[in-house]
């Protein structure tokens, strides 16, 4: 099992940035691939970034890459999203997710291959 918790969210103007963070319980984190995914009420969740679980792979959707970078830090079972230069596309709440191990044809992207998630966190960029 494992649990996790999104913060760090909030409002920020655009062209700011904000860093969010997802706190994971469970002893399997640091071998457990993880991800974050977005959702706003005109879209479906959207992936966003990923990060294997010993750090040497990352992966993002192509809207984002050069704003965000994804992290973790295994000894405090936490990963980061970094954003910089925030957009008002970039309103949505915001969603970790940890690995469930299957790799679905749609991996790392499609949210079935993420066997638990947060609460969400909200990020609002006003223009």
């Known amino acids: 099992q494992v649990q996790l918790v999104e913060s760090g969210g909030g409002l920020v103007q655009a062209v700011g940035s904000l860093r969010l963070s997802c706190a994971a319980s469970g002893r399997t984190f640091s071998s457990t691939a993880m991800g974050w995914f977005r959702q706003s009420p005109v879209k479906e969740r959207e992936f966003v970034a990923y990060?294997?679980?010993?750090?040497?792979?990352?992966f993002y959707t192509d809207s984002v890459k050069g704003r965000f970078t994804i992290s973790r830090d295994n000894a405090k079972n936490t990963v980061y999203l970094q954003m910089n230069s925030l957009k008002p596309e970039d309103t949505a709440v915001y969603y970790c997710a940890a690995d469930r191990g299957m790799y679905y044809s749609d991996y790392p992207r499609g949210p079935r291959n993420y066997g638990y998630w947060g609460q969400g966190t909200q990020v609002t960029v006003s223009s």
């Open positions: 990060i294997t679980r010993n750090c040497d792979s990352t």
